[in-house]
């Protein structure tokens, strides 16, 4: 049995470890389940004011997340706005100044350009002094305050009344821009014959009397045209005229007050008989090109967000100006058998001028109706009108700007859709095509506002000016030229070496 007990001694080696293996294997497992048994009256112990921190904790990253978006949202909405005034400051400068300049004679174009140019440096400190507070401070319903004089508490935090994305400061510049090539528009009409002393004077009071009212009217919080201040309680809201980025404010304003300048100073010397042709179609072309692209700063940029809504203007701008543009050229082939480079960016301009009030408010296949309409309306307003009148509007400041600006506001009351601007709340028509018929009256109104006080103001401030320093320069320095009577310069040195 030697052999057996050698077996018995073998197999009890081998199975020792296999019953020492499955011990320790029950000794983790015990001690697992002790440690979990342990954990889960941790658990239970654990006070209910742990869990309220986990939940706060949650409530603050959420909060600075929103935060976060909200900053974000801010710092591109400030950073397109500054774009937009930018933009629109180049429509001036030198967007406007080369279109006028190189409409008049060579006499005259420094002259011209120089209007604009002071534009820019009066206005602004206009603008910085008084103006601002009247057109957007708190007032009544036809004129803001005093309570924003010298850009008093105009600060770096937004004003949730106006924009509630980008500062103050901004909003500011922006509308200043606006403030500056309006009445710069209106030396179109007076082109070639005012005194520099007297346009200074003119001007200012202009933009006090007749700009800085029908600006508060009709964006100013609680304006009497405004539509975003509809409920507002009194007269706000009382007419609510849709004027997206300045059909009434800015262009129809600035044509009448250029027709009424124009009666009002006589023709120039030799007008009608002697033809009055534009010395460089170049500059003005280069002019019309910069006024096309500064255009969506002015349209889209009053979206005063970098938002669909600014899409929206940006696209219906530019269908605008294109369709003008056509609409005059064919009109102009019609009549003369060929189309001109000058009717060519004359028609774009009217159809910028026209898409504006607009641009906010109407779609794109509605946007090159406007555009059309109103090449060949301002078309048939500067060739036969003006001929039929007489009267002497030296680069059509009234033919494209007054009437373009008129009938896009009208037009503007036809077409405004819900879909792309649901101005007056969700679910409501907005203008007549979508169910809305009063929105027409209401455009109409806006327009005869601007018209009334357009005439008026201007009336008084040019028989004001006249009578205290005169408005037109002599016979003599007018065929001298503005560029020597005025500033002693000329424009171009052809015998200089």
């Not at 803001?144 to 510049?173: C, E, K, R, S, W």
């Not at 809201?237 to 300048?261: E, K, N, Q, Y």
């Amino acid at each position: 049995m030697g052999w057996m007990a050698k077996l018995y001694s073998l197999g009890a080696r081998e199975v020792k470890p296999v019953v020492t293996r499955r011990l320790a294997a029950r000794w983790v497992l015990g001690l697992l389940l002790c440690c979990g048994i342990v954990a889960g009256a941790a658990v239970a112990q654990t006070p209910a004011a742990s869990q309220a921190d986990r939940i706060a904790a949650l409530e603050r990253v959420a909060a600075q997340n929103a935060t976060a978006i909200a900053n974000a949202q801010s710092a591109g909405d400030n950073a397109w706005m500054l774009t937009s005034a930018a933009l629109v400051l180049l429509m001036s400068g030198p967007g406007l100044a080369l279109f006028y300049g190189g409409l008049v004679r060579r006499k005259n174009i420094l002259g011209t350009m120089m209007q604009t140019f002071a534009m820019m440096a009066v206005i602004t400190v206009l603008w910085a002094l008084v103006a601002y507070s009247l057109a957007f401070g708190s007032g009544n319903a036809f004129i803001g305050g005093l309570h924003n004089v010298f850009l008093h508490g105009v600060g770096l935090t937004p004003d949730p009344a106006y924009a509630p994305t980008i500062p103050l400061q901004t909003y500011m510049i922006y509308q200043l821009m606006f403030a500056i090539i309006t009445p710069a528009l209106i030396t179109g009409a007076f082109a070639e014959r005012m005194k520099f002393s007297a346009m200074l004077v003119f001007m200012v009071l202009w933009a006090i009397i007749v700009y800085t009212p029908m600006a508060h009217m009709v964006w100013g919080v609680g304006g009497l045209l405004n539509a975003t201040a509809v409920g507002a309680g009194g007269l706000a809201g009382r007419f609510p005229c849709l004027d997206f980025a300045g059909g009434t404010v800015v262009h129809v304003t600035s044509g009448v007050s250029a027709l009424v300048t124009a009666l009002y100073l006589g023709k120039r010397l030799g007008f009608p008989q002697k033809a009055f042709m534009p010395h460089s179609v170049v500059l003005s072309f280069i002019g019309a090109c910069l006024l096309w692209v500064g255009w969506f700063g002015f349209n889209a940029g009053s979206a005063l967000g970098a938002s669909g809504l600014a899409t929206s203007a940006f696209v219906a701008t530019h269908f605008g100006a294109a369709a003008g543009a056509i609409g005059w050229a064919a009109a102009e082939w019609f009549r003369n058998g060929k189309p001109s480079v000058l009717g060519g960016i004359s028609g774009a301009v009217a159809g910028l001028v026209a898409i504006t009030p607009a641009s906010g408010f109407v779609r794109p296949i509605d946007a090159l109706g406007i555009g059309l309409a109103a090449g060949v309306f301002c078309f048939f307003m500067v060739v036969k009108v003006k001929n039929l009148f007489g009267y002497d509007d030296s680069l059509d400041a009234f033919g494209v700007h007054g009437a373009g600006g008129t009938l896009g506001a009208i037009l503007t009351g036809f077409f405004a859709n819900s879909v792309v601007n649901p101005i007056f709340g969700a679910g409501k028509a907005t203008g007549f095509f979508e169910g809305n018929h009063r929105q027409v009256i209401n455009q109409l109104i806006g327009v005869a506002i601007a018209w009334t006080i357009s005439i008026i103001g201007t009336l008084i401030i040019l028989f004001v000016v006249d009578k205290l320093i005169g408005l037109r320069v002599s016979e003599d320095a007018e065929r001298e030229g503005l560029d020597l009577s005025q500033h002693g310069e000329e424009g171009y040195d052809w015998e200089g070496g």
